[in-house]
Protein backbone atom coordinates (compact mmCIF):
# COMPACT_ATOMS: atom_id res chain seq x y z
CA UNK A 1 0.00 0.00 0.00
CA UNK A 2 1.04 3.20 -0.69
CA UNK A 3 1.90 5.92 2.07
CA UNK A 4 -1.24 8.64 0.48
CA UNK A 5 -3.54 6.07 2.28
CA UNK A 6 -4.14 8.04 5.14
CA UNK A 7 -3.45 11.76 3.53
CA UNK A 8 -6.78 12.77 4.95
CA UNK A 9 -6.69 11.35 8.40
CA UNK A 10 -3.36 12.93 8.80
CA UNK A 11 -5.31 16.65 8.31
CA UNK A 12 -7.21 16.10 10.90
CA UNK A 13 -6.77 16.81 14.54
CA UNK A 14 -6.29 14.11 17.32
CA UNK A 15 -9.99 14.27 18.25
CA UNK A 16 -11.06 14.03 14.87
CA UNK A 17 -8.50 11.25 14.30
CA UNK A 18 -9.95 9.09 17.25
CA UNK A 19 -13.72 9.32 14.95
CA UNK A 20 -11.95 8.52 11.88
CA UNK A 21 -10.38 5.25 13.38
CA UNK A 22 -13.17 4.15 14.92
CA UNK A 23 -15.87 4.95 11.75
CA UNK A 24 -12.77 3.32 9.28
CA UNK A 25 -12.54 0.11 11.73
CA UNK A 26 -16.66 0.01 12.38
CA UNK A 27 -17.46 -0.15 8.60
CA UNK A 28 -14.51 -2.50 7.75
CA UNK A 29 -16.56 -4.94 9.96
CA UNK A 30 -19.83 -3.78 8.72
CA UNK A 31 -21.30 -3.49 11.91
CA UNK A 32 -24.34 -2.16 12.44
CA UNK A 33 -23.76 0.54 14.99
CA UNK A 34 -20.54 1.44 16.62
CA UNK A 35 -19.29 4.47 19.00
CA UNK A 36 -17.81 7.49 17.91
CA UNK A 37 -16.52 10.38 19.80
CA UNK A 38 -18.92 13.08 20.24
CA UNK A 39 -18.76 15.85 17.12
CA UNK A 40 -21.10 17.56 15.52
CA UNK A 41 -23.23 16.69 12.59
CA UNK A 42 -20.77 18.66 9.99
CA UNK A 43 -17.65 17.79 11.45
CA UNK A 44 -19.51 13.27 11.46
CA UNK A 45 -20.42 13.89 7.85
CA UNK A 46 -16.47 15.54 6.56
CA UNK A 47 -14.54 12.43 8.48
CA UNK A 48 -17.22 9.92 7.34
CA UNK A 49 -16.35 11.44 3.84
CA UNK A 50 -12.81 11.32 4.80
CA UNK A 51 -12.69 7.87 5.36
CA UNK A 52 -14.25 6.32 2.51
CA UNK A 53 -11.68 8.84 0.24
CA UNK A 54 -8.67 7.28 1.77
CA UNK A 55 -10.38 3.87 1.70
CA UNK A 56 -11.94 3.18 -1.80
CA UNK A 57 -12.26 -0.63 -0.69
CA UNK A 58 -15.18 0.52 2.10
CA UNK A 59 -17.36 0.89 -1.26
CA UNK A 60 -20.90 -0.25 0.63
CA UNK A 61 -21.51 2.02 2.80
CA UNK A 62 -22.75 5.67 1.50
CA UNK A 63 -24.76 7.48 3.88
CA UNK A 64 -25.20 7.00 7.93
CA UNK A 65 -27.39 8.53 10.74
CA UNK A 66 -26.76 8.61 14.23
CA UNK A 67 -27.88 9.48 17.75
CA UNK A 68 -26.52 10.43 21.25
CA UNK A 69 -27.89 10.90 24.87
CA UNK A 70 -27.00 14.81 26.58
CA UNK A 71 -25.01 13.21 29.03
CA UNK A 72 -22.85 11.21 26.62
CA UNK A 73 -19.26 11.72 25.22
CA UNK A 74 -20.04 9.46 22.09
CA UNK A 75 -22.45 9.27 19.40
CA UNK A 76 -23.66 6.11 18.60
CA UNK A 77 -22.83 5.76 14.93
CA UNK A 78 -25.16 3.99 12.39
CA UNK A 79 -24.23 3.29 8.55
CA UNK A 80 -26.70 2.09 6.52
CA UNK A 81 -25.35 -0.82 3.26
CA UNK A 82 -25.90 -0.70 0.13
CA UNK A 83 -26.11 -4.68 0.09
CA UNK A 84 -27.06 -7.22 2.81
CA UNK A 85 -23.78 -8.62 4.92
CA UNK A 86 -22.94 -11.52 2.59
CA UNK A 87 -23.46 -9.88 -0.66
CA UNK A 88 -20.86 -7.27 0.61
CA UNK A 89 -18.43 -10.17 1.92
CA UNK A 90 -19.04 -11.14 -1.93
CA UNK A 91 -18.32 -8.11 -3.52
CA UNK A 92 -15.61 -7.57 -1.58
CA UNK A 93 -13.50 -11.19 -2.47
CA UNK A 94 -14.44 -10.12 -6.15
CA UNK A 95 -13.24 -6.39 -5.88
CA UNK A 96 -9.99 -7.54 -4.08
CA UNK A 97 -9.42 -10.13 -6.86
CA UNK A 98 -10.12 -8.18 -9.37
CA UNK A 99 -7.53 -5.14 -8.24
CA UNK A 100 -5.16 -7.96 -7.49
CA UNK A 101 -5.51 -9.33 -11.24
CA UNK A 102 -5.30 -5.85 -13.00
CA UNK A 103 -2.54 -4.44 -10.59
CA UNK A 104 -0.69 -7.98 -11.73
CA UNK A 105 -0.66 -6.87 -15.55
CA UNK A 106 1.55 -4.09 -14.90
CA UNK A 107 3.63 -4.77 -11.93
CA UNK A 108 7.12 -5.11 -14.15
CA UNK A 109 6.34 -1.90 -14.97
CA UNK A 110 8.28 1.45 -14.27
CA UNK A 111 6.09 4.20 -11.97
CA UNK A 112 5.15 6.44 -14.97
CA UNK A 113 4.33 2.74 -16.70
CA UNK A 114 1.84 2.18 -14.09
CA UNK A 115 -0.01 5.50 -13.82
CA UNK A 116 -0.65 5.08 -17.75
CA UNK A 117 -1.63 1.77 -17.27
CA UNK A 118 -4.23 2.93 -14.74
CA UNK A 119 -5.38 5.72 -16.61
CA UNK A 120 -5.51 3.76 -20.02
CA UNK A 121 -7.69 1.03 -18.71
CA UNK A 122 -10.38 3.76 -16.76
CA UNK A 123 -10.06 5.46 -19.99
CA UNK A 124 -10.87 2.31 -22.58
CA UNK A 125 -13.02 -0.18 -20.10
CA UNK A 126 -15.09 2.67 -17.96
CA UNK A 127 -18.09 4.40 -19.26
CA UNK A 128 -19.17 7.41 -17.91
CA UNK A 129 -22.69 6.67 -15.73
CA UNK A 130 -25.17 9.42 -16.91
CA UNK A 131 -27.65 7.84 -14.91
CA UNK A 132 -25.64 8.35 -11.24
CA UNK A 133 -26.71 5.10 -10.12
CA UNK A 134 -25.56 5.00 -6.26
CA UNK A 135 -22.78 2.46 -6.57
CA UNK A 136 -21.43 4.29 -9.50
CA UNK A 137 -19.40 6.92 -7.27
CA UNK A 138 -17.42 3.72 -5.69
CA UNK A 139 -14.75 1.48 -7.08
CA UNK A 140 -17.74 -1.39 -7.16
CA UNK A 141 -19.55 0.36 -10.30
CA UNK A 142 -15.74 1.00 -12.42
CA UNK A 143 -14.15 -2.13 -11.66
CA UNK A 144 -17.03 -4.42 -11.49
CA UNK A 145 -19.71 -3.03 -13.60
CA UNK A 146 -17.72 -0.34 -16.04
CA UNK A 147 -19.98 2.31 -15.40
CA UNK A 148 -18.80 4.94 -13.15
CA UNK A 149 -19.10 8.55 -12.41
CA UNK A 150 -16.18 10.93 -11.51
CA UNK A 151 -16.09 9.77 -7.76
CA UNK A 152 -16.07 6.08 -9.01
CA UNK A 153 -13.34 6.25 -11.69
CA UNK A 154 -11.01 8.62 -9.03
CA UNK A 155 -11.52 5.76 -6.86
CA UNK A 156 -10.82 3.37 -8.83
CA UNK A 157 -7.70 5.09 -9.31
CA UNK A 158 -6.26 5.50 -6.48
CA UNK A 159 -7.01 1.83 -5.53
CA UNK A 160 -4.57 0.59 -8.03
CA UNK A 161 -2.18 3.11 -7.39
CA UNK A 162 -2.60 1.43 -3.53
CA UNK A 163 -1.88 -2.06 -4.83
CA UNK A 164 0.92 -0.46 -7.06
CA UNK A 165 2.89 1.41 -4.74
CA UNK A 166 2.57 4.57 -6.39
CA UNK A 167 1.33 7.89 -3.92
CA UNK A 168 -2.27 8.66 -4.82
CA UNK A 169 -5.11 10.73 -3.30
CA UNK A 170 -8.66 11.91 -4.59
CA UNK A 171 -8.59 15.88 -5.19
CA UNK A 172 -12.11 17.21 -5.05
CA UNK A 173 -13.48 20.69 -5.95
CA UNK A 174 -16.81 22.05 -4.73
CA UNK A 175 -19.91 23.17 -7.26
CA UNK A 176 -20.07 26.80 -8.72
CA UNK A 177 -24.05 27.48 -9.44
CA UNK A 178 -23.06 30.69 -10.94
CA UNK A 179 -20.72 29.05 -13.77
CA UNK A 180 -23.40 26.05 -14.29
CA UNK A 181 -21.40 23.39 -12.76
CA UNK A 182 -23.88 22.06 -10.38
CA UNK A 183 -22.01 18.71 -9.04
CA UNK A 184 -18.70 18.36 -7.31
CA UNK A 185 -15.57 16.67 -9.33
CA UNK A 186 -13.33 14.27 -8.09
CA UNK A 187 -10.05 13.56 -9.45
CA UNK A 188 -6.45 12.22 -8.66
CA UNK A 189 -2.77 13.47 -7.05
CA UNK A 190 -0.73 11.83 -7.67
CA UNK A 191 3.25 11.81 -7.07
CA UNK A 192 5.54 10.39 -9.82
CA UNK A 193 9.55 11.18 -9.20
CA UNK A 194 9.11 12.44 -6.11
CA UNK A 195 6.77 15.34 -8.27
CA UNK A 196 3.35 15.65 -7.73
CA UNK A 197 1.08 16.02 -10.56
CA UNK A 198 -2.69 16.13 -11.31
CA UNK A 199 -4.66 13.31 -13.02
CA UNK A 200 -8.08 13.63 -13.88
CA UNK A 201 -9.00 10.07 -15.62
CA UNK A 202 -12.96 11.58 -15.92
CA UNK A 203 -12.01 14.29 -18.14
CA UNK A 204 -9.64 12.18 -20.79
CA UNK A 205 -12.55 9.65 -20.56
CA UNK A 206 -14.90 11.87 -21.55
CA UNK A 207 -12.98 13.53 -24.33
CA UNK A 208 -11.80 10.12 -25.65
CA UNK A 209 -15.08 7.98 -25.40
CA UNK A 210 -17.36 11.47 -27.11
CA UNK A 211 -15.23 11.20 -30.33
CA UNK A 212 -15.32 8.22 -32.07
CA UNK A 213 -16.13 4.31 -31.06
CA UNK A 214 -11.91 3.80 -31.56
CA UNK A 215 -10.49 7.18 -30.71
CA UNK A 216 -7.25 7.55 -29.79
CA UNK A 217 -7.19 7.45 -26.27
CA UNK A 218 -6.53 11.23 -25.07
CA UNK A 219 -4.06 12.91 -22.50
CA UNK A 220 -5.12 16.08 -22.09
CA UNK A 221 -5.46 16.07 -17.75
CA UNK A 222 -2.49 13.54 -17.31
CA UNK A 223 0.50 15.05 -15.05
CA UNK A 224 -0.49 18.56 -15.23
CA UNK A 225 0.62 21.60 -12.61
CA UNK A 226 -1.87 23.41 -10.80
CA UNK A 227 -1.93 26.48 -13.30
CA UNK A 228 -2.94 23.98 -16.09
CA UNK A 229 -5.13 22.24 -14.00
CA UNK A 230 -7.28 25.03 -12.30
CA UNK A 231 -8.19 27.02 -15.90
CA UNK A 232 -11.23 24.55 -15.71
CA UNK A 233 -11.61 22.81 -12.61
CA UNK A 234 -13.02 24.92 -9.64
CA UNK A 235 -11.21 25.56 -6.24
CA UNK A 236 -10.19 22.25 -4.07
CA UNK A 237 -12.13 21.73 -1.07
CA UNK A 238 -9.64 19.96 1.27
CA UNK A 239 -6.16 21.02 0.74
CA UNK A 240 -3.81 18.75 -1.56
CA UNK A 241 0.10 18.92 -2.27
CA UNK A 242 1.23 21.47 -4.32
CA UNK A 243 1.59 20.27 -8.04
CA UNK A 244 4.17 22.51 -9.80
CA UNK A 245 6.27 20.87 -12.15
CA UNK A 246 5.01 21.23 -15.77
CA UNK A 247 7.79 19.39 -17.58
CA UNK A 248 5.60 15.93 -17.55
CA UNK A 249 2.78 17.04 -19.16
CA UNK A 250 1.80 14.14 -21.15
CA UNK A 251 1.73 15.56 -24.68
CA UNK A 252 4.99 17.84 -24.11
CA UNK A 253 6.65 14.47 -22.57
CA UNK A 254 5.91 12.98 -26.43
CA UNK A 255 6.96 16.28 -28.36
CA UNK A 256 3.41 16.90 -29.18
CA UNK A 257 3.10 20.25 -27.49
CA UNK A 258 3.40 22.49 -30.35
CA UNK A 259 4.24 26.64 -30.28
CA UNK A 260 4.89 26.79 -33.98
CA UNK A 261 2.57 26.25 -36.81
CA UNK A 262 5.88 25.24 -38.76
CA UNK A 263 5.73 22.22 -36.19
CA UNK A 264 2.08 21.69 -36.41
CA UNK A 265 2.83 21.49 -40.43
CA UNK A 266 6.11 19.13 -39.98
CA UNK A 267 4.09 16.42 -37.76
CA UNK A 268 0.94 16.41 -39.97
CA UNK A 269 2.59 15.69 -43.27
CA UNK A 270 4.42 12.93 -41.36
CA UNK A 271 1.20 11.70 -39.94
CA UNK A 272 -0.51 11.62 -43.44
CA UNK A 273 2.72 10.08 -45.20
CA UNK A 274 2.29 7.17 -42.33
CA UNK A 275 -1.36 7.03 -42.51
CA UNK A 276 -1.51 7.69 -38.47
CA UNK A 277 -3.98 9.66 -36.56
CA UNK A 278 -1.97 13.19 -35.08
CA UNK A 279 -3.86 14.13 -32.02
CA UNK A 280 -1.44 16.93 -30.34
CA UNK A 281 -1.54 19.77 -27.76
CA UNK A 282 -1.12 23.47 -28.59
CA UNK A 283 0.55 26.15 -26.39
CA UNK A 284 1.76 28.56 -28.72
CA UNK A 285 -0.94 31.10 -28.09
CA UNK A 286 -4.25 31.27 -27.01
CA UNK A 287 -6.52 28.95 -28.92
CA UNK A 288 -8.61 31.88 -30.68
CA UNK A 289 -11.00 31.28 -33.24
CA UNK A 290 -8.31 33.00 -35.44
CA UNK A 291 -5.89 30.61 -33.91
CA UNK A 292 -8.10 27.66 -34.85
CA UNK A 293 -8.15 29.04 -38.40
CA UNK A 294 -4.88 29.34 -38.79
CA UNK A 295 -3.79 25.95 -37.39
CA UNK A 296 -6.75 24.24 -39.88
CA UNK A 297 -5.62 25.88 -43.22
CA UNK A 298 -2.29 24.42 -42.34
CA UNK A 299 -3.68 20.97 -41.33
Known amino acids: MSKASNYYYEQLNKEQQKAYYAMKEGLLNQQDSFAVPMLDKKELSDIYFMVRMDCPEIFYSVRFSYRYYPDSTAVEFIPEYLFQKDKIREHRQAM ?6 LARQAQGLDEKGKELFIHDFIVQN ?6 KKEYSHEIIGALGNGVAVCEGM ?6 LCDELGIWCIIALSEANHEKGIKYRHAWNVIKIGGQYYHLDATFDNSLTRGAREDAECR ?3 FNLDDKAMFRDHEPLIAPAPACTDNGHFYYKEKKLSFTKMEEVKKRAQQAVKKG ?3 TFHWRGSYLTRDVLREILNVL
Not at 96 to 101: D, E, L, S, T
Not at 126 to 131: A, E, G, I, M, T
Not at 154 to 159: L, M, R
Open 96 to 101: QARVKK
Open 126 to 131: VRYDKL
Open 154 to 159: AKAVKI
Open 219 to 221: YDY
Open 276 to 278: KVL
